[in-house]
């Protein structure tokens, strides 16, 4: 398997820098949160991407995905969700990822499940057809209304294309009762990729060094080596939302340390 991090825990920092801390401490990639506030983000002009594209090549580094934010099973219309997936589509072709991470986002208050189900497959069979057309995959990841691995299937089930999978968050399936191999039997056909991470408990969730919290992270990646599943795992530390969390770039040679001894021990 190989071994990213997420610019999530490295919130605003200049791609080269980005690029530096990966090939530093041993990542093979990184996965880019695509957000305005950001400096990898769709509304960069074509010079732009060409350049970032280069970057990544004359480092060494791969670029594993792009982390966007449409809701695809919001309430509302489809055309405004469509739209933010397309731009998120044209930025990875262009930047040669080949992934993009959306979430569910249902409002459980309003919508009933089988609604928001439904208005979420409807989205992602036409995203997966812009998708196969960009040369990208579009990950539904395990996470808020659907943060279960049998949540999530019960959307691409219905889409079944090939173009559209899903992304295994280990801190939403393990918030959501579901055990490693269930989440794995229920997306192994669709798995893009993995994100870990680690937290004290269901109650406190800021991030913690890996190996340091309450997560199955050795399951999770027994179960992975045991199928012969030969993926991405990413780390995303989820520093932007807790400000009081210790710095990333600290943390990474042990983090990569703390994960390959797990997937030597499940070798």
């Not at 992934?99 to 992602?124: I, K, N, S, W, Y």
């Amino acid at each position: 398997m190989k071994l990213a991090f997420s610019t999530l825990g490295v919130p605003g920092l200049p791609l080269p820098d980005v690029l530096r801390l990966a090939a530093e401490h041993g990542y093979h990639g990184v996965e880019l949160r695509a957000h305005r506030e950001e400096p990898v983000h769709p509304a960069l002009s074509p010079s732009e991407r060409a350049d970032i594209a280069a970057e990544f090549k004359a480092s060494g580094v791969e670029l594993l995905g792009l982390a966007g934010y449409p809701r695809v099973a919001a309430p509302g219309d489809d055309e405004p969700v469509l739209t933010e997936i397309r731009a998120l589509l044209d930025l990875a072709r262009d930047l040669g990822a080949p992934f993009v991470r959306v979430l569910p986002g249902a409002d459980v208050a309003a919508q009933p499940p089988e609604e928001a189900d439904a208005t979420a497959a409807r989205r992602l069979g036409v995203a997966a057809e812009l998708a196969a057309d960009a040369g990208v995959r579009i990950l539904l990841e395990t996470h808020d209304s659907h943060r279960t691995g049998a949540d999530v299937i019960r959307v691409l089930g219905p889409v079944g294309h090939r173009s559209a999978g899903a992304l295994w968050d280990v801190m939403h399936t393990w918030l959501g009762g579901e055990q490693p191999s269930e989440t794995y039997a229920a997306l192994a056909p669709h798995l893009g990729y993995v994100q870990v991470k680690d937290i004290a408990s269901a109650e406190d969730t800021a991030p913690l060094p890996l190996g340091a919290g309450v997560l199955p992270l050795a399951e999770c990646v027994e179960v992975l080596s045991r199928h012969g599943w030969d993926g991405w795992l990413c780390w995303e530390y989820e520093k932007r939302w807790y400000e009081t969390a210790p710095p990333l770039p600290g943390l990474l040679s042990a983090g990569r340390d703390r994960l390959a001894r797990l997937l030597n021990d499940s070798a």
